[in-house]
Nanobody
């Protein structure tokens, strides 16, 4: 079955960096668009970044443009989210997401806390 397993979250000071990873299995990873979402405390879930199946095309929500970078390694079935210049408002649970022809799938999420 489809599995998405995130890792890399943690506590970081403002201005710091983290790299999230999402290891995928159970579907043809190289043929699917991958996305990162986040949900902060008391906030709606938000689409953070999207990457095409080949990795050639990426898009970001405005609030993270220039600070976050989404990338993928199709040989390792992994999608990454490099987060730099982190701000307290980036605090959230970050989820990996894929929509395949069989349905939509979410990872369990990884907590990112930005605080001094």
């Amino acid at each position: 079955q489809v599995q998405l397993v995130e890792s890399g979250g943690g506590l970081v000071q403002p201005g710091g960096s983290l790299r999230l990873s999402c290891l995928a299995s159970g579907f043809t990873f190289s043929k699917n668009v991958m996305r990162w979402y986040r949900q902060g405390p008391g906030k709606e879930r938000e689409l953070v970044a999207t990457i095409s199946s080949t990795g050639d095309t990426t898009t970001y929500t405005v609030s993270v443009e220039g600070r976050f970078t989404i990338s993928r390694d199709n040989t390792q079935r992994t999608v990454y989210l490099q987060m730099n210049s982190l701000k307290p408002e980036d605090t959230a649970v970050y989820h990996c997401y894929v929509r395949t022809r069989w349905g939509e799938y979410w990872g369990q999420g990884t907590q990112v806390t930005v605080s001094s």
